[in-house]
């Protein structure tokens, strides 16, 4: 029994770090993308040198961001039939389906159209280069829509039937790719992506004015470049901060319906209660059931969970019993880490509202001109001031604090991204498919406590070394800023410069 709960334990650990490392590259990536491809669209339809500049400048961040996220990903890919060969065997026909659909559509647009977008300055016309970021922007956010519909599977098993053979087999692609909870966890996945991006793009910005500032540099391009980007990124934080919320609001109710135990979790709630109190802190004995201390919103829990101030929520002990005369004995408890669930919920909001909420504040104190009194007002290439009224600038303390606090905090979301997942990963325990498999029951049963710490060690020292290698090219690219590169001249034609038909195209071999 000992054995076999280590054999778990050591997959579940190896599973949690290799994949939570791996989720900070993906959000990330997927707003860079669509931010990147905003940035070029702006200076296609406008331009002007200050949207190059930062294209050039966010999608060196994109492509270093994205290289190390494909790398940590392939290392999900051996998991699976290295430590839970048993998951594998049973969901095999049906967690292939949409990694398939992944691995042939989405990151065919990837790697196909991200080469095309690297080489393709200067040798592609405009609008042919531009369409290859929207094409990697799209690929990313297919890729991300194929993996949570595996995922969602997961949490609620759709459109399948176990075989003879004990396997589950997919009798409806349509009800795994379509289904209630793939559409809002990608909804919300998506939403979190932006925001997380927004405010990765608003700290690197708002690092590049204040160096520019205490400097007294006078570099417009450079201004202009980080002035954009600067109010790119507060608008997508607050516009998805907002969105994030309405997601999680309707994942969250999704959640109830189909997983009562984690809803339950996330709020410490061990007896069923109506009206049910949403819990903002409580302390209590797990192994008894109950909070000693608690301090809770009344009725916000029922709202939540059903729309309704005053339904039912059922509790932690009830759920439990429904559970064991449902399923038997297939698991020992049916109850996940409770502080894990209570408190990587709160992070994951606390971290995420409060970058939406840094965001709004950043928004008005850079607001537009037209907002300020003449006086106050700057132009497009010189350094913003931070308005507090029309006529009121903030003072100087004030001023240095809220940039350092753009920078400080332009990480939060990856946090709450983290915290997101661990809570809705831990939040289903114990089951690997819920009501289907436990996860005990989907660890390789041939693989050795030796094999697993030495995967383990290798894994965790080779993530390690990436993270090393990602933060400081990041930290050097991230700190040089736009480059003095001119946007080109001319817009190149597929035929050459000189419009002789019978000439190579510029980029071919």
Same mark, same amino acid.
């Given at each position: 029994?000992?054995?076999?709960?280590?054999?778990?334990?050591m997959?579940?650990?190896?599973f949690?770090?290799?994949?939570?490392?791996?989720?900070?590259?993906v959000?990330?990536?997927?707003?860079?993308?669509?931010l990147?491809?905003?940035?070029?669209?702006?200076?296609?339809?406008?331009d002007?040198?200050?949207?190059?500049?930062?294209?050039k400048?966010?999608?060196?961040?994109?492509?270093?961001?994205?290289a190390?996220?494909?790398?940590?990903?392939?290392?999900?890919?051996?998991?699976?039939?290295?430590?839970?060969?048993?998951?594998?065997?049973?969901?095999g026909?049906?967690?292939?389906a949409?990694?398939?659909m992944?691995?042939l559509?989405?990151?065919?647009?990837?790697?196909?159209?991200?080469?095309?977008?690297?080489? *393709?300055?200067? @040798?592609?016309?405009? +609008?042919?280069? &531009?369409?290859?970021?929207?094409?990697?922007? %799209? !690929? /990313? $956010?297919? =890729?991300?829509?194929f993996?949570?519909?595996?995922?969602?599977?997961?949490?609620h098993p759709?459109?399948?039937?176990?075989g003879?053979?004990?396997?589950?087999?997919?009798?409806?692609?349509?009800?795994v790719?379509?289904?209630?909870?793939?559409?809002?966890?990608?909804?919300?996945?998506?939403?979190?992506a932006?925001?997380?991006?927004?405010a990765?793009?608003?700290?690197?910005?708002?690092?590049?004015?204040?160096?520019q500032?205490?400097?007294?540099?006078?570099?417009?391009?450079?201004? *202009?470049?980080? @002035?954009?980007?600067? +109010?790119?990124? &507060?608008?997508?934080?607050?516009?998805?901060? %907002? !969105? /994030? $919320?309405? =997601?999680?609001?309707?994942?969250g109710?999704?959640?109830?319906?189909?997983?009562?135990?984690?809803?339950?979790?996330?709020?410490?709630?061990?007896?069923?209660?109506?009206p049910?109190?949403?819990?903002?802190?409580?302390?209590?004995?797990?192994?008894?059931?109950?909070?000693?201390?608690?301090?809770?919103?009344?009725?916000l829990?029922?709202?939540?969970?059903?729309?309704?101030?005053?339904?039912?929520?059922?509790?932690?002990?009830?759920?439990?019993?429904q559970?064991?005369?449902?399923? *038997?004995?297939?698991?020992?408890?049916?109850?996940?880490?409770?502080?894990t669930?209570?408190?990587?919920?709160?992070?994951?909001?606390?971290?995420?509202m409060?970058?939406?909420?840094?965001?709004?504040?950043g928004?008005?104190?850079?607001?537009?001109?037209f907002?300020?009194a003449?006086?106050?007002?700057?132009?497009?290439?010189?350094?913003?001031?931070?308005?507090?009224?029309?006529?009121?600038?903030?003072?100087?303390?004030?001023?240095?604090?809220?940039?350092?606090?753009?920078?400080?905090?332009?990480?939060?979301p990856l946090i709450?991204?983290?915290?997101?997942?661990?809570?809705?990963?831990?939040?289903?325990?114990?089951w690997?498919?819920?009501g289907?498999?436990?996860?005990?029951?989907?660890?390789?049963?041939?693989?050795?406590?030796?094999?697993?710490?030495?995967?383990?060690?290798?894994?965790?020292?080779?993530?390690?070394?990436?993270?090393?290698?990602?933060?400081?090219?990041?930290?050097?690219y991230a700190?040089?800023?736009?480059?003095?590169e001119?946007?080109?001249?001319?817009?190149?034609?597929?035929?050459?410069?000189?419009?002789?038909?019978?000439?190579?195209?510029?980029?071919a071999?």
């Open positions: 029994m000992e054995l076999a709960l280590a054999h778990e334990t997959a579940r650990w190896q949690g770090i290799t994949t939570v490392y791996h989720f900070l590259f959000p990330l990536t997927i707003s860079l993308a669509f990147t491809a905003g940035l070029q669209t702006a200076w296609v339809r406008t002007k040198a200050k949207y190059f500049k930062a294209t400048f966010w999608g060196k961040l994109l492509l270093i961001n994205l190390l996220g494909v790398a940590t990903g392939i290392v999900q890919e051996f998991q699976f039939g290295m430590n839970w060969s048993a998951y594998s065997k049973f969901v026909d049906i967690f292939g949409p990694l398939a992944e691995a559509l989405a990151f065919f647009f990837e790697s196909t159209f991200i080469g095309l977008w690297i080489f *393709g300055w200067e @040798r592609l016309p405009r +609008r042919i280069h &531009l369409g290859c970021i929207w094409m990697v922007a %799209i !690929g /990313t $956010a297919l =890729s991300a829509y993996i949570l519909a595996a995922n969602s599977w997961m949490q759709v459109g399948y039937t176990v003879a053979n004990g396997r589950a087999q997919l009798t409806d692609i349509g009800k790719l379509f289904q209630e909870t793939t559409l809002v966890v990608v909804f919300h996945t998506l939403t979190a932006f925001l997380t991006g927004g990765f793009m608003v700290g690197i910005a708002a690092y590049q004015l204040r160096r500032h205490r400097s007294q540099e006078t570099d417009a391009a450079k201004i *202009g470049a980080m @002035r954009a980007s600067l +109010r790119l990124g &507060l608008v997508i934080t607050v516009i998805f901060g %907002i !969105g /994030t $919320a309405v =997601s999680g609001d309707s994942l109710k999704v959640m109830f319906r189909q997983q009562p135990m984690k809803m339950a979790a996330a709020e410490a709630l061990w007896d069923t209660q109506k049910a109190p949403f819990s903002i802190f409580a302390y209590g004995n797990v192994n008894q059931g109950r909070n000693t201390i608690e301090l809770s919103v009344p009725g829990l029922s709202f939540l969970a059903t729309s309704n101030f005053h339904d039912a929520v059922p509790g932690i002990n009830d759920i439990q019993a559970e064991r005369a449902k399923y *038997g004995d297939k698991a020992a408890s049916y109850e996940p880490n409770i502080p669930a209570f408190w990587g919920f709160r992070w994951m909001i606390g971290f995420g409060t970058s939406f909420a840094i965001a709004a504040a928004l008005w104190l850079t607001r537009k001109r907002w300020l003449p006086e106050h007002r700057r132009g497009e290439t010189e350094l913003p001031l931070l308005m507090l009224t029309r006529s009121r600038e903030l003072g100087p303390f004030l001023t240095t604090w809220a940039w350092r606090i753009a920078i400080l905090t332009m990480g939060f709450a991204n983290s915290w997101g997942w661990i809570f809705t990963e831990t939040g289903r325990q114990p690997a498919v819920y289907l498999m436990t996860t005990a029951d989907a660890v390789s049963p041939t693989v050795s406590i030796a094999e697993q710490i030495t995967s383990l060690t290798i894994f965790t020292l080779l993530y390690a070394l990436l993270a090393v290698i990602e933060i400081r090219l990041m930290i050097t700190k040089a800023g736009p480059t003095d001119e946007p080109p001249s001319q817009d190149p034609t597929l035929r050459g410069p000189s419009g002789d038909a019978d000439q190579p195209l510029a980029f071999y």
